[in-house]
């Protein structure tokens, strides 16, 4: 494994925390609480370290892990704090290998500091990549088992010393069924460890450079707060987005339904979009947004929303009337929007009867 | 030392309802499967718990999950031979012999499954001396004989390996596992020692279910009654004649739940029993009192032939004789009733010995 290391110091982290949570199209989790347990990893003394995807080694085992379960729920049963190593430890006993890397599986989110804390306790650098560019509610929908890793053995544990290492699973959905329910029976959080993927192949199935991209956009925009300047364009300007719409939140109608926030939030135009309504469909993040009854922007390409002033990304679970937002439309990674992709992750695997029509270029 | 081969199974089976006081499922199914193991791959050689020596590796398997699915949802066959040896792997070391955890229902002949596939010794033994609902309900607990590691496996190809902070928690996460898995799936667990197996198992219950079965059938061909012969060998007694009036029974968190009515006949003429089981048959009320409760054993028998009636069959009009009988010694320490008395199951009542 090669040189190229760079090594996060706590504004980093802060930043990642920002750019993170841009990135979970208002879902995935608040990083805030994951936030805070890097910090205080790296006031211990702790090193976090952030490693080049292609300074991965063909042969270089890479350990996905993340937090399993429900965000609501994580903001009140905050981890012991070493679920997802010793997730990650339970699936090294089953093959008797050991990582030499972590990586994200889904960077928006509070699933983008996981990795960070699981890499600052294991010593091991966490891979500038991952799973999703962006938050998405279920194992399988990651880039990682739509190119094709085997779904065992995963492991998933809880503060309680329970584990479970799934040996051996059907498919890649199996996984996500049996995880989620034991993360339920584990008190609807617990940490997970993917089964251990070689460097070559995350070098060519990851989404690059996703962890320097949030760390990136959360800089733009403490930045642009900082300076006294407009923090959307900021964004704009950081990650090759479009701007959706500027509105005020007139309706947020949401639900839960099979564990999932489900709804829709509608926006009333302000400025240049005056006049015009913006839908926007959400399953834990937000999946479609429909101008005026056209769909605008779908899934895979992330939708996010932030604070017209701060520009503070807004998760769905926090959604409320009066709120003044800028809509972003974020171009998702090719690795995403391939055939393959589609169908675990295109509007169609969530229940739209829409084709996926990629983002087209910056409004201006 | 015994050679137990196929057609000894018939007995087993039938001898094992007893021991399954209505649940531990219904062993028909165990039996073909363990006839059809040995029939491919010879006779298991069954040893004593004396037999042991210290330092062999015994390791209970067996299948879990609501009876009620398990009629109809049959085995593929190998899922529990899958399961040894997913925990035998994990392990890493060569396991000596398997046990039965639980002698009443099926899993009395599911681990000879494994013996004969796999040629390992059958310990004439288990953990519960009967069937209880729950993982964490063998006396190995009592012994502080941790569950996990433990595997489980699905006709599927669905697996894993389950390590939990104690025996109540295997059963939990297990249990939904179990569910999802749809509704039974195969287990190993409670892999002990030679010497920890001595200490901890109820011996001779493999034997105990033979000879039950092999009562019940040499009565009946002698014209004798068979509830007798089994109220002789299991030191058990008569709690009611009657009949089934009324059958109340859901497939609830795993488990089949519910009560059963029964209108007494001949001397229990103008009484009433009413039985709560989850899977088995936890306690027997006589006319809103009493009669018996787990950990001892209430089995429900046609009154006519002795067959034993699983918590799943029970229905409208068959006249049967409720039975109770003695549970293992181990039960009856307040330890062992804090595990599987009746206040485990939820019922606010002492347990009075039969």
Same mark, same amino acid.
Request: glycine share 12%; charged share 20%; hydrophobic share 45%.
């Given at each position: 494994?090669?040189k190229?290391l760079?090594?996060?110091?706590?504004?980093d982290?802060r930043?990642?925390e920002i750019?993170?949570?841009i990135?979970?199209?208002?879902g995935?989790?608040?990083?805030?609480i994951?936030?805070?347990?890097?910090e205080q990893l790296?006031?211990a003394?702790r090193t976090?370290?952030v490693l080049?995807?292609?300074?991965l080694d063909d042969d270089?085992l890479?350990?996905?892990?993340?937090?399993?379960g429900?965000?609501?729920?994580?903001?009140e049963?905050i981890e012991?704090?070493?679920?997802?190593?010793q997730?990650m430890?339970a699936?090294?006993r089953?093959?008797?290998?050991?990582a030499?890397?972590v990586i994200?599986c889904?960077?928006g989110?509070?699933n983008?500091m996981?990795p960070?804390?699981t890499?600052?306790?294991a010593?091991?650098p966490?891979v500038?990549g991952?799973?999703?560019?962006?938050a998405?509610?279920e194992?399988?929908m990651?880039?990682?088992?739509?190119?094709?890793?085997?779904?065992a053995?995963?492991a998933?544990?809880?503060e309680?010393?329970?584990?479970?290492?799934?040996t051996g699973?059907?498919?890649?959905?199996?996984?996500?069924?049996?995880?989620?329910?034991t993360?339920?029976?584990?008190?609807?959080?617990a940490?997970y460890?993917?089964?251990?993927?070689r460097?070559?192949f995350?070098?060519?199935?990851?989404?690059p450079g996703t962890?320097?991209q949030a760390?990136?956009?959360?800089?733009a925009?403490?930045?642009?707060?900082?300076?006294?300047?407009?923090p959307?364009?900021?964004?704009l300007?950081?990650?090759?987005?479009?701007l959706?719409?500027?509105?005020k939140?007139v309706d947020?109608n949401?639900r839960l339904a099979?564990g999932f926030?489900?709804?829709?939030?509608t926006?009333?135009?302000?400025g240049?979009d005056?006049?015009a309504?913006?839908a926007?469909?959400?399953q834990?993040e937000?999946?479609?947004a429909?101008?005026?009854?056209t769909?605008?922007?779908t899934?895979p390409?992330?939708?996010?929303m932030?604070?017209?002033e701060?520009?503070?990304?807004i998760?769905?679970?926090v959604?409320?009337y009066?709120?003044r937002?800028?809509?972003l439309g974020?171009?998702?990674?090719?690795?995403?929007?391939?055939?393959?992709?589609?169908a675990?992750?295109?509007?169609?695997?969530f229940g739209?009867?829409?084709?996926?029509?990629?983002l087209?270029g910056s409004?201006? | 030392?015994?050679?137990?081969?196929?057609e000894?199974?018939?007995?087993?089976?039938l001898?094992?309802?007893?021991l399954?006081t209505?649940g531990?499922?219904?062993?028909?199914?165990?039996?073909?499967t363990?006839?059809?193991a040995?029939?491919?791959?010879?006779?298991?050689?069954m040893?004593?718990l004396d037999?042991l020596?210290d330092?062999?590796?015994?390791?209970?398997?067996?299948m879990?999950?609501?009876p009620?699915?398990?009629?109809?949802?049959?085995?593929?066959?190998d899922?529990i031979?899958?399961?040894?040896?997913?925990?035998n792997?994990?392990?890493?070391r060569?396991v000596t012999?398997?046990?039965?955890?639980?002698a009443?229902?099926?899993n009395?002949t599911?681990?000879f499954?494994v013996a004969a596939?796999?040629?390992?010794?059958?310990?004439?033994?288990d953990?519960?001396g009967?069937?209880?609902p729950?993982?964490?309900?063998?006396?190995?607990?009592l012994?502080?004989i941790?569950?996990?590691p433990m595997a489980?496996?699905d006709e599927k190809?669905?697996?894993?390996?389950l390590?939990?902070?104690d025996?109540l928690?295997?059963?939990?996460?297990?249990?939904?596992?179990t569910?999802q898995m749809?509704?039974?799936?195969f287990?190993?667990l409670?892999?002990?020692?030679g010497?920890?197996? #001595?200490?901890?198992? %109820?011996?001779? *219950? $493999?034997?105990?279910? !033979?000879q039950l079965?092999? +009562?019940i059938r &040499?009565?009946r061909r002698a014209?004798?009654?068979?509830i007798d012969a089994v109220?002789?060998?299991?030191g058990?007694?008569r709690?009611?004649?009657g009949k089934?009036?009324?059958v109340q029974?859901r497939t609830e968190?795993g488990?089949?739940?519910?009560?059963?009515?029964?209108?007494?006949?001949?001397?229990d003429?103008?009484h009433e029993?009413?039985?709560?089981?989850?899977n088995e048959?936890?306690?027997?009320? #006589?006319d809103?009192? %009493?009669?018996a *409760? $787990?950990?001892d054993? !209430?089995t429900?028998l046609? +009154?006519?032939s &002795?067959e034993?009636i699983?918590?799943?069959?029970?229905?409208y009009?068959f006249?049967?004789v409720v039975?109770?009988?003695?549970?293992a010694?181990a039960?009856?320490?307040e330890?062992g009733l804090?595990?599987?008395?009746?206040?485990?199951?939820?019922y606010?009542?002492e347990?009075r010995?039969?």
């Amino acid at each position: 494994m090669a040189k190229e290391l760079r090594t996060l110091t706590v504004e980093d982290i802060r930043a990642l925390e920002i750019g993170a949570a841009i990135l979970g199209t208002g879902g995935g989790g608040n990083p805030y609480i994951g936030r805070l347990r890097t910090e205080q990893l790296l006031k211990a003394g702790r090193t976090l370290s952030v490693l080049p995807l292609e300074a991965l080694d063909d042969d270089d085992l890479v350990a996905g892990v993340g937090g399993i379960g429900a965000p609501v729920v994580g903001i009140e049963k905050i981890e012991r704090g070493d679920e997802c190593l010793q997730a990650m430890r339970a699936v090294e006993r089953a093959t008797g290998r050991q990582a030499a890397a972590v990586i994200s599986c889904e960077i928006g989110g509070a699933n983008s500091m996981e990795p960070m804390i699981t890499g600052a306790q294991a010593g091991l650098p966490v891979v500038d990549g991952d799973g999703m560019g962006r938050a998405f509610p279920e194992l399988q929908m990651c880039t990682f088992f739509i190119y094709g890793l085997k779904p065992a053995p995963a492991a998933i544990a809880d503060e309680k010393d329970n584990s479970v290492v799934f040996t051996g699973t059907q498919d890649m959905f199996w996984l996500e069924r049996l995880s989620r329910a034991t993360a339920v029976d584990m008190g609807a959080t617990a940490g997970y460890a993917l089964p251990p993927m070689r460097g070559e192949f995350v070098r060519r199935v990851a989404v690059p450079g996703t962890v320097t991209q949030a760390i990136d956009l959360g800089y733009a925009v403490l930045l642009a707060r900082r300076k006294k300047r407009n923090p959307v364009e900021a964004i704009l300007k950081a990650c090759d987005g479009v701007l959706l719409f500027e509105g005020k939140i007139v309706d947020v109608n949401r639900r839960l339904a099979r564990g999932f926030a489900v709804g829709r939030a509608t926006l009333h135009g302000l400025g240049a979009d005056a006049g015009a309504t913006l839908a926007i469909d959400l399953q834990n993040e937000n999946l479609i947004a429909i101008r005026d009854g056209t769909p605008i922007a779908t899934v895979p390409d992330l939708i996010c929303m932030v604070d017209l002033e701060s520009g503070q990304p807004i998760t769905t679970e926090v959604l409320r009337y009066g709120l003044r937002v800028a809509v972003l439309g974020l171009p998702c990674h090719p690795l995403l929007s391939a055939p393959e992709a589609l169908a675990v992750i295109g509007p169609r695997a969530f229940g739209y009867d829409l084709e996926y029509r990629p983002l087209r270029g910056s409004r201006g | 030392m015994t050679r137990i081969g196929p057609e000894q199974m018939d007995d087993l089976a039938l001898g094992a309802a007893v021991l399954g006081t209505g649940g531990g499922g219904d062993p028909h199914i165990g039996k073909l499967t363990a006839m059809a193991a040995m029939r491919r791959h010879g006779e298991v050689t069954m040893i004593g718990l004396d037999e042991l020596g210290d330092d062999d590796l015994v390791v209970p398997a067996a299948m879990m999950g609501a009876p009620t699915v398990m009629v109809e949802k049959l085995p593929r066959g190998d899922e529990i031979v899958g399961a040894f040896q997913g925990l035998n792997a994990y392990l890493g070391r060569p396991v000596t012999a398997v046990t039965p955890i639980e002698a009443g229902g099926l899993n009395s002949t599911t681990p000879f499954v494994v013996a004969a596939t796999l040629g390992l010794p059958l310990v004439d033994a288990d953990g519960m001396g009967r069937a209880f609902p729950e993982l964490q309900m063998v006396t190995p607990t009592l012994h502080g004989i941790a569950a996990t590691p433990m595997a489980i496996g699905d006709e599927k190809g669905n697996s894993a390996i389950l390590n939990t902070c104690d025996n109540l928690w295997t059963e939990r996460i297990a249990r939904t596992m179990t569910i999802q898995m749809g509704g039974v799936a195969f287990i190993a667990l409670y892999a002990m020692s030679g010497s920890q197996a #001595r200490q901890a198992l %109820v011996p001779g *219950t $493999v034997s105990l279910a !033979i000879q039950l079965g092999a +009562a019940i059938r &040499g009565a009946r061909r002698a014209k004798r009654d068979p509830i007798d012969a089994v109220l002789a060998i299991t030191g058990g007694r008569r709690l009611f004649n009657g009949k089934i009036v009324d059958v109340q029974r859901r497939t609830e968190r795993g488990f089949a739940r519910g009560d059963a009515i029964f209108r007494g006949l001949g001397t229990d003429e103008g009484h009433e029993l009413q039985i709560r089981f989850q899977n088995e048959n936890l306690i027997a009320l #006589r006319d809103g009192e %009493v009669a018996a *409760t $787990v950990p001892d054993l !209430i089995t429900v028998l046609d +009154a006519e032939s &002795g067959e034993p009636i699983t918590t799943e069959t029970l229905r409208y009009g068959f006249r049967v004789v409720v039975i109770g009988m003695p549970c293992a010694e181990a039960w009856r320490s307040e330890a062992g009733l804090a595990l599987v008395g009746p206040r485990a199951f939820g019922y606010d009542v002492e347990y009075r010995p039969l």
